[in-house]
């Protein structure tokens, strides 16, 4: 449920053109991840580990997606 959430909200309004590029963006993303995260994972997370899960989503969505709705997962026929 969290990955769907998660995935609709920046794709629908955080991943736009050239997102990477710019600081804001990338920063507006990362808050969304943290945001969505915070509601979704166990509590028995302690912030180390909570937040070592936001760095590696936002690393994935960075290496992944590439703003208006694009992906990698396009070039090997996975829906994204």
Same mark, same amino acid.
């Given at each position: ?21 710019? +600081? +804001? ?25 909570? +937040? ?9 969505? /960075?290496?992944?997606?590439?703003? +208006?709705?694009?992906?990698? /997962? ?7």
């Amino acid at each position: 449920m969290a990955v769907k959430e998660l995935l609709g909200k920046l794709k629908k309004e955080k991943l736009v053109l050239d997102w990477r590029e710019k +600081q +804001q963006a990338r920063a507006s993303v990362l808050v969304t991840i943290e945001e969505i995260l915070d509601k979704n994972l166990p509590e028995s997370y302690n912030k180390e580990i909570f +937040q070592d899960k936001c760095r590696q989503v936002f690393q994935h969505i /960075y290496d992944s997606y590439f703003g +208006q709705g694009r992906s990698v /997962y396009e070039r090997v026929g996975v829906v994204s």
